[in-house]
């Protein structure tokens, strides 16, 4: 009886290790549009009803703030960043900011600059998902702007030209 048990112990010990660890996971690594020298990598990790949003970008304009969103498409070959297509918006809400009620759910939260260049990202949504439903990220664009989002210009956010594009995969 003992032998049977020792399956179903190992099962449960690795099935606590990882939910302790998060759900799915996905990364997008950002590199620069033609011209331009921004990079980074982006972490999501699918916690329960939240993704937890966290990474570096480097190359930004010091002591600035830059638009930060996830594009419908996940395809970075123009060299402008502009085949992303626009904010991934699945429930067709208007554009704003994260932290309101109304908003794409590929609006999420600016990216602020240090002396450096450098944003710190570390944020969580409970509007992106990581590997399954309507708003799974997987897949989809991630795009820096040049220029602070001003989270009224519909549907844009008049965030400026993409400085880095990236494909978030799982």
Known sequence: MKYRLAPLAA???LSACASSMGGPRAVAQLQGTTGSSVSGTVNFVQNGDKVMVSGEVRGLKPNAEHGFHVHEKGDCSSGDGMS?????????QPHGNHADMAHHAGDIPSLKADANGVATISFESRTIAVGSGSTDIVGRGLIVHRDPDDYKTQPTGNAGPRLACAVIKS
Do not use: I, Y
């Open 84 to 92: 992303t297509g626009g904010h991934f918006n699945p429930g067709g």
């Open 11 to 13: 099962a449960l010990v």
